[in-house]
């Protein structure tokens, strides 16, 4: 009975490992790890100007933003609610979309006010019943835009249009930037750029999504070592029983033995004392070593923990949301992952106790 259960506990290990391993998949396949995310502390957003945060992008970054409204356009003498985007000529590439038909607007559209638009997917069908509408028009507050692209930003539920956020009264509170890798950039250095429009700590959560990426990476790494740790502990409750019952020999042959005959004619007994005790230190050590790597691990994710509680904007609401969920999932599946591991020590203690007194 005991056997089966030590099976079961197995299994759910490896199935929790499993889903671990799936979260740090879905994220990587985000292809976010070189993002920084800055979003607003509860009611301490700032009035930005737009000017100034256009200056920052593409000096040593690329950044973006978004100001969302909801509003009824009309086209093909139909009308429809949808959600205006407004943000800048960056946009795509900083989130990774890419274009199903057409293209982006550029920076001159943004700085000549022209009334280009850019539509997802599920707009393009939706209203127009295709992705080949390049040239189309629709109504935006009594004025015409023209389509000038359908981007893919794999949203299946908004109707979103996409304009420059110069035709948008209001400021954008929430803001992304693509940190270059090859930069060596750092957080510090993009908060010090974004002190100087008056965004700062105080007011602004920096959250970097590589440290997050990072955090859910190393639990399922820690889960490894957690792994190792036990076949570590397994090998050191061998080589103490050994150690004891070489122990208990030496004593009944010391009774029959001087110390140097005893030395001269067992000499395998002597070297497997040796052997069992190099064992036992590198165990030892290695679960040392192994508890200090858990310990600097979960200071780091403390870290990440704390800039990960900010409340989600409407602002990358599927991106934020989705970020906030495998961070949450992860911790829950590391904990239960403990928790297992817990009982499999327990489980195995009497077992190993057995053996080593046999």
């Known amino acids: ?15 929790i490992f499993s ?8 994220i990587k396949q985000q292809a976010w790890d070189d993002r ?11 009035s930005v100007d737009v000017e100034m945060l256009e200056e920052l992008n593409e000096t040593k970054y690329m950044l973006t933003y978004e100001v969302n409204e909801q509003q009824n356009v009309k086209a093909i003498h139909s009308s429809h609610t949808v959600i205006l985007k407004g943000t800048n000529y960056t946009y795509p590439f900083v989130m990774n979309y890419s274009m199903s038909e057409g293209g982006y607007f550029t920076k001159d ?9 850019v539509i997802n997917e599920l707009s393009a069908f939706d209203i127009f019943g295709g992705t080949n509408i390049i040239g189309n028009e629709i109504i935006i507050n009594q ?4 389509i000038i692209g ?8 908004n109707k979103n249009v996409y304009l420059p956020v110069t035709f948008f009264a209001d400021d954008p509170d929430t803001f992304i930037v693509k940190m270059e890798a090859d930069n060596e950039m750092s957080d510090e250095f993009i908060q010090n750029a974004f002190k100087h429009i008056g965004i700062t700590t105080s007011n602004y959560n920096f959250v970097n999504i590589a440290k997050v990426y990072a955090m859910i990476r190393e639990k399922v790494l820690v889960c490894l070592g957690l792994i190792v740790a036990i076949i570590l502990y397994l090998i050191m ?54 508890f200090m790597k858990g310990v600097k691990s979960f200071l780091k994710w403390r870290e990440v923990d704390d800039i990960m509680q900010f409340d989600i904007p409407n602002n990358y609401n599927n991106i934020l949301q989705l970020l906030k969920n495998m961070t949450i999932y992860s911790d829950v599946l590391f904990l239960l992952f403990v928790f ?16 080593g007194r046999e």
Do not use: H
Not at 36 to 46: D, G, Q, R, S
């Open 1 to 15: 009975m005991r056997i089966k259960f030590l099976f079961f506990i197995i299994g759910v290990l490896v199935l």
């Open 19 to 26: 889903a671990l391993l799936l979260i740090t998949v879905i």
């Open 36 to 46: 920084l995310l800055i979003t607003p502390k509860a009611y301490n957003a700032v």
């Open 109 to 117: 559209v943004v700085e000549q006010n022209s009334k280009y638009v």
């Open 143 to 146: 004025a015409a835009y023209r």
């Open 150 to 157: 359908v981007i893919k930003d794999g949203d299946d539920d």
């Open 237 to 290: 409750r061998r080589a103490i029983a050994i150690l004891f019952d070489q122990y208990n020999n030496i004593n009944k042959l010391l009774k029959v033995f001087y110390f140097t005959e005893l030395f001269l004619k067992n000499i395998r007994v002597i070297l497997t004392i040796i052997a069992a005790g190099i064992v036992l230190v590198s165990s030892s050590g290695g679960l040392i070593l192994l």
């Open 340 to 355: 297992m591991i817990s009982i499999l020590i327990f489980q195995l203690t009497p077992i190993l106790y057995k053996t």
